[in-house]
């Protein structure tokens, strides 16, 4: 960072002013500066690609073991600025402290510790030998095999606001532990700790220009990085409407994409769900009040409540809406801080002015709490909700939670399977058995039984316009590499 609190990018190892200008990033909690990004027009965009294209041969041809000390470094030097990291992330963020000391660094510590280990994975699957007729192609006998995976090339990580930095580590970690050369691409919201990732990745030992970033404040920057020639494999992260635009242009080039898009997560609560397994519910599906402001991808926003139980579930959501603290997040007791921008807090209230229009009943929220300056929106729970409302159907990225009813399993799983998302859905029942068979019939990449619990090793993506891949554990080094089959 300059004096003046403006930023560069990060090309080839070393700081790169922008041929344009800066654009301020905004504190959702003060609205005041916290640091100026730097606008990419083409020619960084192309400095960023051509420095990863360069690093490339010499990265892709490290050994495992050497990728894997270095993101082992990585982890350690990551981890010894957290104290440094940790006021800018939550600053441009709005996380509350909570969350950005607990959750935004050590997560991204664990991601590239992770995959210093994933560098190590067997990347070959031998094939037992198989004995071959002669043939016009060729002579007959023992014909051996095997798979062998290999790097992209350079891939281009563009990603979504809310946990910048685990964002970009989910991404940067397996594709450099494949040996993919890296140009990163953050949300224009929250970019700063992505820029000062690239001085800790050198001071770790990783050779200039494996890992650039470049930042915009609108869609150019990303556009421009998709249409580069140079760029192998697009990696995105962000909204349904964006990622099918990507994934129209990396057509045209036959780039490799992974999509980790919208979700609509639905919870659906069994009518069998005794009162421990109720409050578990209870205090998942409020998550999307109390984590981050409902800026989650994966967030139990809809739930699905047998109707004999429905103003049970209401009255518990209430009480719990009613208990958290929303405000200035780097207050302590602060469970609900501000949503990212001034405009993201009006597409959220809209929202709920539409569902009230509709006929929904606001049982809490609703209103914008009294506090100046700040993008706050309050817990908001919408009950009377019919599947085919806007709040039911589109994802809303804020502290709104829409409550239906349902009379049978089969009503409860055309709900929850009813909008063209399928990301992360739950179930919550006694009877575990039966909701394991239930999470069969979810057409949703993740189902959560009892739990909005992660656990790190599974394949994580969507279903239908939630996205296409699945990156996660082992299946990260899968999506960051291309399989070659040998013969001899
Ligand atoms: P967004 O789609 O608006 O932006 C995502 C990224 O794409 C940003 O870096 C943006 O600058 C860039 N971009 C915008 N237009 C582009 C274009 N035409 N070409 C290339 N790049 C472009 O998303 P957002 O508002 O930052 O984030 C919220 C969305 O992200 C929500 O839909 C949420 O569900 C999703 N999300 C998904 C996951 C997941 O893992 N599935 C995780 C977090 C967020």
Redesign the pocket.
Known sequence: MNSDGTYGHWIGGRWHEPAGAHYPVVNPATEETVGRAPEAGPADVDAAVRAAREAYEGWSRTSPAERAAILERIADVLASRSADLVPLLQQETGATIRVASSMQIPTAVDRFRRYARGALEPDTIPFAPQPVRTSPLAPGGLVNAAAVRRPLGVVAC??????PLV?LAGKVAPALAVGNTVVA?????DPLTCLLLGGIMREAGLPDGVFNVIT?S??A???A??AHPGVDMIS????????Q??AR?AGASMKRTLM????KGAAIILEDAAPGVLRSAISAVGSTWAFHSG????APTRVLVPRGRYEQVITALEQYARSLTVGDPVDNSTVVGPLITAGQRDRVEAYVAGAREQGARVVTGGARPDLKPGYYVAPTLLADVTPGMAVAQE?I?GPVVAALPYDSEDEAVGIANGTPYG?YDYVFGSDTARAWALAARLRSGNVGINTVQRHPETP???FKH??IGRDGGSFGLHAYSELQAVVW
Do not use: R
Request: charged letters at 10%.
């Open positions: 563009i990603t979504s606001y809310n946990f964002n691409k953050p949300a224009p919201q915009g609108g869609a920057a990303g556009e990085l998709v995105f992260t962000g909204s349904t409407a964006v990622g635009a990507i242009a980790e898009l919208g979700g800026q989650i991808c994966t994802e990225f990301l994580f993506g969507g939630s996205g």
